[in-house]
């Protein structure tokens, strides 16, 4: 299996603590929209396949090409191209990779400039969960058109996006999570005493099954960060069919605890309104 290559950011462009929510101004729209995007196909044929498919499908927002590593690096110090690929960066103290939109630098010895990335398991998406790149897409897309709308002016209206949608999760979609994707403490009977809404234990087919057909179904997505007893948990929930982020949190994973959804993630979920 070809190598899934990555991209090192500038430390301009590391995110916050708060990673997924993190607002990159409100001029990213006008800036996309005198662009073509440039999404780059590398790594795995699982990741490309899905990439291109996932571009294809929802990319609305401009012009867009595929290129491979050589045509970024190329391109990369040209102002007229954005771009879509993986890049590894720096995130409460610990490395992860993102995907990331950005735009291309006028100065052509610095990275391409990040407006939009959400962390990912770089892992899972070079193999048996590539499909989840759909949702990411279709999330950064949904981003960019609230900051164009005027829903989005800085971060504290993006995690409002969020926090007004993450009722449907108890009241309108059922959850389909791995069994790993909750911490060793919460068993069965500790998740159903605690949710409102409905969990299905799945496989990650089904879950791509869900997120490729766009069900009226949530998914659950867990990407740990760091070593072993110094990790980083970050937690996402999607609508299947929008690619919107119906729940997020971050918090650490010292010593093998909170490698996962917890209780207190899903206590803040039944008590969303």
Sequence with gaps: MKRLLVFTLSLGCLLSATAQVEFYGTDIPAKLAKTTLAAVMSGSE???VQLKQAVEQNWKLSNFEFIDEAGFESLKGNPDYSFLYLA???VNGRQVDMLT????SKNKKEQP????????????????GAPMVHLYVKNIHSYVKAVEAGEAKDRTFAQRIISS?????????PLMALETDFDATMTPEKRNEIYRGEIKMVSQD???????????VAVADVVLSGE????????SIFDAATGALLYYQ????????????IENDLSSISKAR
């Design 250 to 261: 971050e918090t650490e994973a010292l010593h093998g605890k909170k490698q996962g959804f």
């Design 88 to 90: 590894e960066g720096e």
């Design 101 to 104: 939109l950005a735009i291309g």
């Design 113 to 128: 400039q990040a407006l939009k990335q959400l962390i990912v398991d770089k892992k899972k998406i070079s193999r048996d």
């Design 206 to 216: 089904a879950i791509n099954d869900a997120v490729l057909e766009e069900k009226d």
């Design 46 to 48: 699982a990741y490309q």
């Design 165 to 173: 949608k993450t009722y449907r999760l108890k009241e309108e979609l």
């Design 228 to 235: 072993r007893r110094e990790m980083y948990c970050y937690k």
